[in-house]
């Protein structure tokens, strides 16, 4: 049966957001109904929905934000502060396109229920750590007297969904996109550490062997049999973010008091050109990203039907939090200091400011392996090896990964010019592109007006990251150009 031709395996019902969970599965349902362990006094296990507001805020506020001000900058109050919102918006609208996916995958087929993945968790659970593990010929089954190919195991729900859209075509599309997120990622990730070893007194001398002790850390903790441990420190980067913009807020306020304020009229409301408003959308687009994750944040939830006001609320953090820390960190500097980098180019030259670049080389030192082993997990499925197999094998291309990503960061002019490129190719694709193209795909004969909005956020979509793609990466050309040129 072709994709065209497949009908919904649940009820449809149209609605203008997504707390109604209309991915649950019939199965799911019966088996729910009638396990002898459900009982009115058992409570399902998961984060609360403010817990799920508050784990997506933290999700988007990482390293990112620390280019928030070059955004604001780049696109103009005015147009960054609407520009945060619409982005935001997008990111909502793109979450329910791919939710709605949930209603046209054969759940029952090989025992990917409600979107849990194929992974053979029993709780439906995917991870990003999971994320890439496949076989080389998955196995069949039969729905409604029809041979259905099932996805390789090991596939995440966005994989899945990315199957029975596309084919293997599809899940092979989103691996390699997901494989380039990655891999950008952890080149933002060494020009960040970079950047921070910069401006610290105490070094050798040499920016490749400031460089080399930190990557040395990441590529031994990226050996490591369990990572886990290391999500722990999310909170130290949290606690480190909110101190260097404290520092720097304090800074702007005994530099320059209120003059910024006052200055409002004089700064620009709008970006200058096509260029300044694409590396503003790669920054936002990076600094929200939630969409390629939305599965994870439902699955992680006690209740899964309250997706939509969980998200509703974390985006709505998002917002506020990052309208403080573009607009007005730029216009309580706009006086003194123009942002063409990173915001810790505006910390005095203090103690204080030593510490919170030491913290912040330290915090993407351990928050880096939580990505080099998803992507090196990729690589070896991609080439068929078993997690069973030698671990000498897969400490290799960890450790390989690591030295092309160090290698490749030393051409990077910059980490907001390397965010923004990655925000308008790797993030738009996953987050704005492919949802609503897999939507239509599986979606043949859902109503109309919802099929008019996907084809919107679809065309909206592609032709924003075609062009905002094309315009950052030739920024980042001629910035290298003129780097090694200097």
């Not at 209120?258 to 959308?281: K, T």
Request: one cysteine or more.
């Amino acid at each position: 049966m072709s994709t065209a031709e497949r009908q919904p395996l649940t009820s449809y019902q149209c609605c203008d957001h997504f707390d109604i969970d209309r991915s649950t599965s019939t199965i799911e349902q019966i088996n729910h109904t009638t396990s002898p362990n459900n009982n009115a006094s058992h409570k399902p296990k998961g984060a609360t929905v403010v817990q799920t507001s508050l784990n997506i805020a933290k999700l988007c506020m990482g390293t990112g934000t620390l280019a928030l001000p070059f955004a604001a900058q780049k696109g103009g109050l005015l147009f960054n502060g609407i520009g945060l919102g619409l982005i935001g918006l997008w990111n909502y609208l793109s979450a329910n396109c791919l939710l709605r996916c949930l209603e046209y995958v054969p759940s029952e087929v090989g025992g990917c229920k409600g979107g849990g993945g194929c992974n053979g968790d029993s709780s439906g659970r995917t991870t990003v750590e999971e994320y890439g593990a496949a076989e080389q010929h998955p196995a069949t089954a039969t729905e409604d007297g029809m041979t259905i190919q099932r996805p390789p195991e090991g596939t995440t729900t966005y994989g899945v969904v990315a199957w029975y859209a596309l084919g293997q075509k599809g899940l092979m599309i989103l691996d390699l996109l997901m494989l380039l997120l990655f891999v950008g990622l952890l080149i933002a990730y060494e020009v960040a550490m970079m950047s921070f070893i910069d401006d610290i007194p105490l070094t050798t001398g040499s920016r490749r062997f400031d460089l080399l002790l930190p990557s040395i850390i990441v590529a031994l903790l990226s050996c490591a049999p369990d990572i886990s441990f290391l999500s722990k420190f999310s909170v130290i980067g949290l606690l480190a973010l909110a101190l260097s913009f404290g520092v720097i807020s304090w800074q702007g306020l005994s530099e320059n008091g209120l003059a910024g304020f006052a200055n409002v009229s004089e700064m620009n409301l709008m970006p200058e050109d096509l260029s300044a408003a694409s590396n503003w959308f790669g920054v936002v687009a990076f600094g929200y990203g939630v969409v390629p994750v939305i599965f994870n944040i439902r699955d992680s939830m006690a209740e899964k039907q309250y997706i939509g006001r969980s998200t509703q609320i974390g985006l709505g953090m998002v917002y506020f939090g990052y309208l403080f820390i573009s607009n007005g960190v730029r216009v309580l500097f706009s006086p003194t200091h123009s942002f063409d980098g990173d915001v810790l180019q505006a910390l005095p030259a203090t103690w204080i400011a030593l510490v919170v670049r030491l913290l912040m080389t330290f915090v993407v030192a351990v928050t880096a392996p939580l990505i080099v082993v998803p992507c090196g997990e990729l690589i070896e499925g991609k080439l068929g090896l078993e997690t069973t197999g030698p671990i000498y094998k897969r400490i290799v291309i960890r450790v390989l990964l690591c030295v092309v990503c160090t290698i490749l960061s030393e051409f990077v002019p910059g980490f907001v010019h390397i965010i923004s490129f990655v925000g308008c190719f790797c993030v738009s694709m996953a987050g704005f592109v492919l949802p609503p193209l897999f939507c239509l795909q599986l979606s043949s004969k859902s109503k109309s007006q919802e099929r008019v909005g996907d084809v919107a956020l679809l065309l909206l979509g592609t032709m924003t990251t075609i062009i905002t793609s094309a315009m950052t990466f030739s920024d980042l050309m001629k910035l290298h150009s003129t780097v090694s040129k200097g």
